[in-house]
RNA sequence: CGGGGAGUGGCUCAGCCUGGUAGAGCACCUGGUUCGGGACCAGGGGGUCGGAGGUUCAAAUCCUCUCUCCCCGACCA
């Protein structure tokens, strides 16, 4: 029996000046975690016990579609180098030298030892569909950790991997990994939502996340209430209303007016009275990429242009061209355009025609709520001018279509025209259909059927362990503390007796505890010899879910249930207190 | 890396401006009285004031450098 007198409990009266976010005062109160540095914890008691519950439920639901393996976190530069890794994780990763003064990273993820195993093992098609998994420890150097343990440097994380023969089985697996992620996130109590997702710079095809709703989350995710619609921010739609477009002018050709002065979009759409709708709104970029021959850095300009009135998403920015951007200087823009800031257009420059071949030319990106629209207004590239008349594809070429547009709350959704909503929250797993990336570039090959040898196809899936504890804690907290599922809390049941001298108290307690344990219960007494008023507030301090005190009442035979949600209390005969939680709780395996 | 803030017993903070050799509450230890929502009384232990250098008769306090942590921006579980 776990009585807390034994225990190391170090709870706080007070939160930690650096905590901002609930889950992080929370979690530091009530003694599941103490910071070692930045973005690195320790877990002690309750926070280890939790973190098991919640890795044990992963296991369970894993094992029914895969198999655990147990892999290196120091992993050898060689096999980071065949992905392409080392150099595009840049500081991400953390490196350090053996005493041969060889490269090591610890482990960011486990594509490349997972892909190793598959290459020098994975011989027939006959040996797929094939799902390997752990639960280890990943290593990354964040930028900048923050929120406790909402964005950390060392953290554990379910990874699972799958590699099928085809496209087809793909997406067998990736439906298992989609199914089994929904039965792990119920199972651990939490409220979720599962949005289509950025597949990423890597061209992947499909990508879901499961998202927690939170204000301390940094994700930012459109959903609609009205379907079941829902979006990262970076791959979110909208319904787009029908614009009316301008009648042409003249003879239809590129007319230049006189705009003195008006450099933003609404002084200019005012100034010549036409809706900002109409107009095109030329921002401009640069890009650090690689030369493809030479392999040196340079410099590439980016132009997007988007509807007058819409805003620019960079993740889609960023995620359309794979490259990250930055906007341009002064100078650039000059060198580019010949034309001061405020009258920029896309007539004139000579644009790259393809995004895939490396002419070095700047790349025009056109949002596609522009596709198809006429008689545009744009800067003229000339001080105090603009451009009537213009039509995407006439009077100039885009490098490429792209959806660029960030989606703004109360548009209408894109599938059912509700309008939609825009949430911060929390990712706690990611399901990524991966593709031939790792198995092409590290030389994954099996034999098909007909003795052709065939690359397999990989899908990658994780979910980290460290948000499920932090998601549950933001999503159940008041001013005293918070409440876990009983599934993932550390105990399911505090015994409270109010006097431990009282010898009849404590012999109920001891008597009620032994019996829920006995019946399967995760149970803690707390036989502190303390003030009532402390162990109440450190029961509701620490996440778990009932308390039942044992008072003045046990003369009566019977003792108070306490459910921390709602503080709902309820009066259960001694007798009776294993059947009531059977009643109350689901049974433990 | 850019911008902002903070480092003083275990925790939360005061003291710094205007140098004079460190303080409160909580926590901890001992004894006693208490015991249904963070008790009270008495006594007690614990601090190189993040670090280094400098100014000064004298530095937590002023100056310089440095380290660490937190928050806001580009990444992700």
């Known amino acids: 029996m776990h009585r807390w007198s034994e225990l190391f409990i170090p709870t706080l009266r007070e939160a930690p000046a650096d905590a901002e976010v609930a889950s992080h005062k929370f979690l530091v109160r009530a003694g599941y975690i103490r910071q070692l540095a930045a973005g690195i914890y320790s877990y002690l008691f309750l926070g280890t016990r939790s973190f098991n519950k919640i890795m044990a439920i992963v296991r369970e639901e894993m094992n029914r579609i895969g198999q655990e393996f147990y892999l290196p976190l120091l992993h ?169 477009d301008l009648k042409r002018e003249g003879d239809g050709s590129p007319l230049e007016v006189h705009t003195p002065g008006q450099k933003t979009i609404e002084d200019v759409a005012r100034y010549l009275g036409v809706s900002p709708k109409n107009k095109i709104k030329t921002l401009a970029f640069m890009a650090e990429e690689k030369d493809a021959k030479t392999g040196k850095p340079r410099l590439r300009a980016i132009v997007v242009l988007m509807r007058g009135d819409h ?39 000579e644009w790259a025609k393809d995004l895939k071949k490396d002419t070095g030319l700047p790349v025009l990106l056109v949002d596609k709520a522009l596709e198809g629209r006429v008689n545009l207004i744009a800067g003229a590239n000339k001080e105090n001018y603009h451009l009537k008349n213009l039509t995407p594809g006439k009077d100039f070429h885009p490098t490429a279509y792209a959806d660029l547009r960030a989606v703004t709350a109360g548009e209408g959704c894109p599938s059912c025209g509700n309008s939609l909503r825009i949430d911060t929250a929390v990712e706690i797993g990611h399901i990524f259909k991966l593709g031939y990336r790792y198995s092409e570039s590290m030389g994954a090959r099996v034999l098909d059927k007909n003795g052709k040898e065939v690359t397999p196809i990989m899908g990658s899936y994780g979910i980290g362990i460290e948000r499920i504890l932090t998601a549950a804690v933001e999503q159940s907290n008041d001013e005293n503390g918070f409440w876990l599922p009983p599934s993932i809390a550390p105990f399911q049941i505090v015994v409270t007796p109010v006097n431990v001298k009282d010898e009849s108290l404590l012999t109920a307690a001891v008597d009620i505890a032994t019996r829920l344990e006995a019946a399967g219960f995760d149970v803690i007494l707390d036989d502190r010899n303390e003030r009532p008023g402390v162990k109440f507030k450190d029961a509701d301090l620490v996440g778990i879910p009932f308390r039942i005190t044992v008072g003045n009442k046990v003369t009566e035979g019977t003792v108070e249930v306490v459910l921390r949600s709602t503080r709902e209390v309820r009066d259960v005969t001694i007798t009776a207190i294993v059947e009531y939680f059977q009643g109350v709780l689901p049974a433990k395996a």
Not at 89 to 104: E, I
Not at 123 to 141: C, G, N
Not at 146 to 151: E, H, T
Not at 217 to 224: H, K, L, M, P, T
């Open 311 to 349: 805003q620019l998403n960079e993740a889609k920015l960023n995620a359309a061209i794979a490259v990250a951007t930055r906007p341009m200087d002064e100078a650039e823009i000059k060198a580019l355009f010949k034309s001061p800031a405020g009258y920029l257009g896309p007539v004139g420059v």
């Open 76 to 244: 050898p530069r060689e096999i980071w180098e065949a992905s392409g890794r080392w150099a595009l994780m840049g500081d991400n990763l953390f490196k350090l030298k053996d005493r041969k003064g060889a490269d090591l990273a610890l482990g960011f993820t486990a594509e490349e030892v997972m892909t190793s195993i598959a290459m020098k093992e994975l011989r027939s098609y006959k040996q797929l569909p094939q799902i390997w998994y752990q639960v280890a420890p990943k290593f990354r150097d964040e930028p900048r950790p923050k929120s406790g343990l909402l964005r950390v440097r060392q953290f554990m994380m379910k990874d699972a991997y799958s590699f099928d023969i085809d496209a087809a089985g793909l997406d067998v697996s990736y439906k298992k990994h989609y199914d089994t992620y929904c039965r792990i996130f119920d199972r651990c109590g939490l409220k979720y939502m599962v949005v289509e997702a950025d597949s990423g710079a890597m061209g992947g095809k499909e990508s879901h996340e499961f998202m927690v709703r939170t204000p301390a989350g940094e994700d930012q995710i459109v959903s609609c209430d009205g379907c079941n619609y829902a979006a990262n921010m970076e791959k979110a739609t909208s319904k787009q209303e029908a614009v009316e």
